[in-house]
């Protein structure tokens, strides 16, 4: 029997909120922390807690950067203060701050000992925003400097989500449509619009359903673009279902809607 995995994405999808449903599915979390701590990158720490988001309880994961390793054009993906929350684990890891581009990106995840499966879908991921870069920019795939992905957090983000979903041997996919804010994000060049051009292009390229919300600010991240659009394999949800597990992994950011991305294991009868 299929492993169906449904994602609501009610307020949009990130990197850090899928891989939180996730684990709030099921994924064990020293699992997850041993394969990462494969790869060969440095300066950061993940706290993996319980939080509240308005009033629901959700899985916080949160991969944190020592300040030289910041890439300060992103600040503004997480200007959001957190909720207060409890940490269940972490783990640390000391740095040397570096450019990165899609080559360099590969090398770091087949170097490290994931499985084969993991590796293939986070180069796959990395693949599609890279693209969507080079086009937003105008240049080569192999000019592109990523701003968000190249970042050590959305690394860690991607592949820990390609360590989830190969761990849940997840089979099908379903993500009917992804919810957007409105408005503008600052980035180097200045103010952007929403969605910002890298979500843009991988949703012509992919087909994602994008529906827009009244909720201003950025609610799709690239990266959950990207994840969406490297292991979706449907937009439609079968007419009859039973839902056998739900996970539910919360965002940084605070909305008028709860910020969260529903995770759920479903059976069709």
């Given at each position: 029997m299929n492993n169906i995995l449904y994602l609501e994405c009610y307020a949009g999808i990130s990197g850090d909120m899928f891989v939180a449903s996730l684990l709030d599915l099921g994924v064990d979390k020293n699992y997850l922390m041993e394969n990462l701590q494969t790869l060969p990158l440095d300066g950061y720490k993940i706290e993996i807690s319980r939080v509240k988001k308005m009033a629901l309880d959700a899985c916080d994961f949160n991969v944190i950067l020592d300040i030289d390793n910041h890439d300060h054009d992103m600040n503004y993906l997480h200007s959001e203060h957190h909720e207060a929350h409890h940490h269940n684990h972490s783990h640390e890891h000391h740095?040397?701050?570096?450019?990165?581009?899609?080559?360099?990106i590969v090398e770091i995840i087949n170097k490290s000992q994931i499985t084969d499966r993991a590796k293939e879908i986070a180069i796959r991921i990395?693949?599609?925003?890279?693209?969507?870069?080079?086009?937003?920019?105008?240049?080569?795939?192999?000019?592109?400097?990523?701003?968000?992905?190249?970042?050590?957090?959305?690394?860690?983000?991607i592949v820990a989500a390609a360590?989830?979903?190969?761990?849940?041997?997840?089979?099908?996919?379903?993500?009917?449509?992804?919810y957007e804010g409105q408005g503008f994000v600052r980035c180097q060049h200045g103010q952007i619009p929403i969605p910002v051009p890298a979500v843009v292009n991988i949703a012509i390229e992919h087909g994602l359903r994008l529906h827009y919300t009244q909720t201003k600010g950025e609610l799709i991240t690239p990266t959950g673009a990207a994840i969406i659009a490297g292991i979706q394999t449907e937009d439609k949800l079968p007419e009859e279902f039973i839902i056998k597990k739900i996970g539910i992994g919360v965002g940084k950011r605070k909305y008028d809607i709860p910020n969260v991305v529903r995770a759920m294991m479903i059976e069709v009868k």
């Open positions: 740095h040397h701050h570096e450019h990165r581009g899609l080559k360099e990395f693949n599609i925003i890279a693209n969507a870069e080079a086009k937003a920019h105008g240049v080569d795939i192999d000019e592109v400097h990523f701003h968000e992905v190249g970042a050590v957090d959305s690394i860690v983000d360590v989830c979903i190969d761990k849940l041997n997840i089979d099908r996919v379903v993500c009917p449509k992804i």
